[in-house]
Nanobody, 126 residues
Framework: QVQLTESGGGLVQAGGSLRLSCAVV????????MAWFRRPPGKDRELVSY????????YYKDSVTGRFTISKDATRGTVDLEMNNLSPEDTAVYYC???????????????????WGQGTQVTVSA
């Protein structure tokens, strides 16, 4: 049974940084890809970033490119999201997700991810 547990959320001022971590059990199983999604207040869940397990290809939402970095550590069994120069627009509940098997959905599609964490709140004050 795959379990994903996020940590590292909190309250930060605009321009600050946070590092989110997703602990994956069992380790070091990362499926075919790991991703971070977020749900801003009053909006739908959206993809922030993903990292493919084979080859390590990464993807970032346009608005976070250059500010966020996704990484995975097989030894620790974690997938991290380093977030720098945060803005109030980054305020959201952030979710870790795993795409554990091949899927007809694109890597950018929420439907392709079949395991989810419970989420961690990130609040950026102006």
């Amino acid at each position: 049974q795959v379990q994903l547990t996020e940590s590292g959320g909190g309250l930060v001022q605009a321009g600050g940084s946070l590092r989110l971590s997703c602990a994956v059990v069992p380790r070091p199983f990362f499926g075919t890809a790991m991703a971070w999604f977020r749900r801003p207040p009053g909006k739908d869940r959206e993809l922030v970033s993903y990292i493919k397990t084979l080859g390590g290809t990464t993807y970032y939402k346009d608005s976070v490119t250059g500010r966020f970095t996704i990484s995975k550590d097989a030894t620790r069994g974690t997938v991290d999201l380093e977030m720098n120069n945060l803005s109030p627009e980054d305020t959201a509940v952030y979710y870790c997700a795993m795409r554990s098997r091949q899927s007809s959905f694109a890597y950018t599609d929420l439907e392709g991810y079949n395991y989810w964490g419970q989420g961690t709140q990130v609040t950026v004050s102006a």
